[in-house]
């Protein structure tokens, strides 16, 4: 009798335990994993550098965890899986559904071909805790506002499923004469500079699960205010093991309710949890209105006059506008492929209202630079900064810069690490060097425009410019 074999097609699931696509593949019988580095379909939005050196890593770890019977491949799936298929003879395919625009019409466009040469495909939603399309208001259409969206649409929802445990018994089978192997992907950097990475990050499921329970352990009691907080570790830092799914939102979910018990958690807990629907949202977002990506949510932003590119973006990338909170963030992205939450909302008022600067690029920036650059976070979190998104700030909303780095690294722990040329200025002056006297400069060993950069704008200046700018928004019909 012809044994039962199913095509797990890993995406951005790179984990064992709660993948309900290789669930029921294990249990239906052996199981041919592979993954498809897709770069003919990809065109929209390709893979940035910081990612390509975490995917190199989750996918060695999730190899490991198949006891290296991973099939890998790049190129067009279209082509890829019938060569697949009729090698291996396999019945089903199964795979965990994306959510970004491109990889929905590629998907949609591989199912209903596949399935005519009478190959079973199964999908499952191993990704989120609720599926953008079960989540409407009373009107049967998409929310645009978070709150709603949150309390009324996805807690009144059924709850999260429960995480699938580990398959009891899994059956790979391998087509080596195919495999590429994992190394033939290229993406790791030729130049050596994410090597502080590896000092900071550890990719695969192993990784996230150690970041999450120690988040559970030490940080989440504290989280409501200790996330705020540059210089101390008050999050989880889970968001790059989520992208690649390394551990699924139900796992985080229901590991954080286990939590619930533990006094004086519940505000602390209720917030975490309340981020993860922002995840959520932001998916919901791209699936709804996949022209985020790219365009304003809020049309009338179309008449603001951003520039784009030009010296003082490259001072901004660089972590060289003399103004230290942001050149502290831009250092910790490029150092470690992160960047603080807080701070990414300080940096990112500072490009599009102090500089003028369109979001896009910025979200530009970020998605080469972030280990988790997410399509939907990205988009979603850089519109909510420039006042053009759903449920957006509002423009006039501006970051101080120098009153977030005293309110939420009063110490300066952020701003020393990350910009060592001002870490013996007094606390006074380390937020804005700029006011320090000539004499505490010297005694610090800081010269202004030699060591570290005078502010490349003015922070009151900018604020009004942006401000009569604006102007241009509100009168937009």
Known sequence: MRKYKTIMWFRQDLRITDNPALNDACNKGEVLP?????????????????????????????????DGKL?????????????IISKSGAQQINWNRNYEPWQINRDKTLKSNIEKSGINILTFNGSLLWEPWTILNQSGLPY????????????NADSPRKPIPKPHE???????DLNQGIGSLKLMPKINWHSSMKKVWK???????????????DHVQNYKVGRDFPGVKGTSRLSPHLHFGEISPNQVWHAALSNQNIENVGRDLYHYLSELGWREFSYYLLYHFPHITDKNFNEKFDKYPWSSGGSKFKAWKKGLTGVPIVDAGM??????????????????????????????????????????????????????????GADAAPFFRIFNPVLQGEKFDGNGDYVKKYCPELSKLPKEYLHKPWEAPLETLLESGVELGKNYPNPIVDLRKSRTDALELYKHVKGAP
């Open 144 to 155: 645009k506002v978070f709150t709603p969206f949150y309390r009324k649409g996805c807690l």
């Open 203 to 217: 990719p695969g499921e192993d990784g996230a699960s150690k970041n999450l329970n120690d988040f559970l352990s």
């Open 331 to 388: 250092r910790e992205l490029w150092q470690t492929g992160y960047i603080h939450n807080r701070v990414r909302m300080i940096v990112g008022s500072y490009l599009v209202k102090n500089l003028n600067i369109d979001w896009r690029d910025g979200e530009s920036w970020f998605w080469d630079c972030l280990v988790d650059a997410d399509l939907a976070a990205n988009c979603a979190s850089w519109q909510w900064v420039a006042g053009s």
């Open 170 to 176: 899994m059956i790979f089978t391998n087509l080596k």
């Open 34 to 66: 592979i993954y498809i580095h897709d770069n003919h379909n990809d065109k929209e939005k390709k893979i940035g550098s910081a990612s390509k050196w975490w995917l190199h890593h989750s996918l060695n770890s999730l190899n490991k965890s198949l």
């Open 71 to 83: 099939l890998t491949l790049a190129g067009d799936p279209s082509e890829i899986l019938p060569q």
